[in-house]
Nanobody, 118 residues
């Protein structure tokens, strides 16, 4: 049973929008300090896209500020990434991450592929 499950990836034209979802098991969600979205494109290192704390403080990579929004629905144990004005450079596998209260242990999802065509 996966602890973090991502969904919402797909193929979209440049300028379009997608919303990614990351649903955690309740037992994991209630012991997280923060959750985030990372992405990894071919030939690149995995990079932080957006991050949200248990207190709803958010951070964004400069490359996505003004275009992406991270949010959380505690009742659904879910974190979302709304992606607007998508660019081909946004093409990557997007991974959900949970940082746990104990020793800042990291839990990762399997990833969901986002492809933005020109």
């Amino acid at each position: 049973q996966a602890q973090l499950v991502e969904s919402g990836g797909g193929l979209v034209q440049a300028g379009g929008s997608l919303r990614l979802s990351c649903t955690a098991s309740r037992s994991i969600f209630v012991i997280t300090n923060a959750m985030g979205w990372y992405r990894q494109a071919p030939g690149n290192q995995r990079e932080l896209v957006a991050h949200i704390t248990s207190g709803s403080k958010t951070n964004y990579a400069d490359s996505v500020k003004g275009r992406f929004t991270i949010s959380r629905d505690n009742a659904k144990n879910t974190v979302y990434l709304q992606m607007n004005s998508l660019k081909p450079e946004d093409t990557a596998v997007y991974y959900c991450q949970a940082v746990l209260l104990v020793s800042n242990h990291e839990v990762w999802g399997q990833g969901t592929l986002v492809t933005v065509s020109s």
